[in-house]
Each structure stands twice: as structure tokens, then as C-alpha cells.
């Protein structure tokens, strides 16, 4: 039963216009969500979270937004350049729980 | 060093095999964290570590067997795994147990043949 579900393994859009990553999860205790980004042969590294008393999170190029009442987060890059091609997971945690869990990413092509 | 390192990054192993992976944190955290990508599956939580004290263990065979000597370093002992172990294990730290933000290895690519 996959809790965190990244439904598009992959999305292309072009250098300068917005990309949109999306995630839904099914657990409503969840209430911190995260990204991560992850390059080949490198690990995930941490992007930008949210936690569920907010509806929007802004930090530079990346703004993560959540609906709670959808039970779906999204991502927003712009503008898009190549260097964020990456593959993106999503992920979420609950209090009393330490543990994250994660969707299996969308790979991101940002063509020049 | 910085961040966190993980030794080897690729290893081929065979089924009677006896081998360790290594990971190591220069970043202060106390929590650390194993985990294990299949292809076309989410990361799995294996292991986690709080202050060198095994607090989770999420359902893995005995044939993983990890070691946390100190804050900083952390093992996956592996033996007579079997092929569908085949898989990218990756280390992370936190600053603490609890704390979401956590901080990966670029991992260690496994192969059992």
C-alpha cells in the first residue's frame, strides 16, 4: 500500500518556462512533507518542505504548495533550467513517527 | 570530507558472500539512517540510530545486521543475501531523531550474483 504516490515518472518542459512536480498521499497524519532532489550517482539532497498549518512555501525558484483537503502537494520551479534536471521524490512524515515516507520520483528534463 | 560518505560505492557480491558497507557523517547529527532503493520502488526506511541506540528496525532480514560504533559512523553488515537484494543502499544523518531534514550518502550500488 503505497502511501506517497508520485503519479508521472517523468515530465519535460522547456529551459524558462515553470515546472510542476505533483505527490498525493493517502495518510491524513501526515503533517510535514518534504522534497528532495537527486542527481545520477548522488544522493537524494534535501529541497524544501512544508508542514500541514501551512499552504504554501517559497524559497527562491521552488514554492511547495499543499492541500490538505486533496491530500496533494505540489512543487513549482520557475523559471526552469537545465541544472534542475534531477529526479524529485516526495515524502512525508507524522508526529509521534520519525520515519519519512517516500514516493518513487519524477524524473525532470529541462531542455535549453 | 564533508556531508556524508559511503564506501564502496559499488559492490558485487556473491550469494556465501560476507561483506560491510561503511558510512561515515561529518556534519555533528546523532541520527542515522539505512535505507534501501529497488529499481522502480520508494526508498525503504531499514535502520535508524539515535545516539548509537537502535530505535527502529523496519522489518528487515537478519541477514542485514547494522552497527552504529559512534554517532559518526555507521554499518550494514551483509551475508548469504540472496539476488532480489540486488539494490542502491543509501546512508543518511539528521540532526536529531525526529528531525525530517535528512542529509544522504550518494550510496552504495549491491549487486548479489
Known amino acids: 500500500d503505497q502511501q506517497v504516490k508520485q503519479n508521472s515518472p517523468s515530465l519535460s518542459v522547456q529551459e524558462g518556462r515553470i515546472s510542476i512536480l505533483n505527490c498525493d498521499y493517502t495518510n491524513s497524519m501526515f503533517d510535514y512533507f518534504l522534497w528532495y532532489k537527486k542527481y545520477p550517482a548522488e544522493g537524494p539532497t534535501f529541497l524544501i518542505s512544508?508542514?500541514?498549518?501551512?499552504d504554501k512555501n517559497e524559497d527562491g525558484r521552488f514554492t511547495v504548495f499543499l492541500n490538505k483537503s486533496a491530500k496533494h502537494l505540489s512543487l513549482h520551479i520557475v523559471p526552469s533550467q537545465p541544472g534542475d534536471s534531477a529526479v524529485y521524490f516526495c515524502a512525508a512524515g507524522r508526529g509521534g513517527s520519525e520515519k519519512l515516507v517516500f514516493g518513487k520520483g519524477t524524473k525532470l528534463t529541462v531542455n535549453p | 570530507e564533508t556531508g556524508v560518505t559511503q564506501t564502496p560505492r559499488h559492490l558485487v557480491m556473491g550469494m556465501t558472500n560476507k561483506k560491510s558497507l561503511k558510512c561515515e557523517q561529518h556534519?555533528?547529527?546523532?541520527?542515522m539512517y539505512w535505507y534501501k532503493q529497488s529499481a522502480k520502488k520508494p526508498l525503504e526506511l531499514m535502520f535508524v540510530y539515535s545516539l548509537e541506540e537502535r530505535v527502529e528496525n523496519n522489518s528487515v532480514p537478519s541477514r542485514f545486521s547494522p552497527e552504529c560504533p559512534n554517532s559518526s559512523h555507521l554499518f550494514l553488515h551483509l551475508h548469504t543475501l540472496q539476488p532480489e537484494d540486488s539494490a542502491l543502499y543509501l546512508c543518511?544523518?539528521?540532526?536529531?531523531?525526529?528531525?525530517?531534514?535528512?542529509?544522504f550518502g550518494p550510496g552504495t550500488r549491491l549487486t548479489v550474483t
Open positions: 556534519l555533528g547529527h546523532n541520527a
Open positions: 543518511a544523518s539528521s540532526q536529531d531523531w525526529g528531525t525530517y531534514e535528512q542529509y
Open positions: 512544508i508542514s500541514s498549518i501551512k
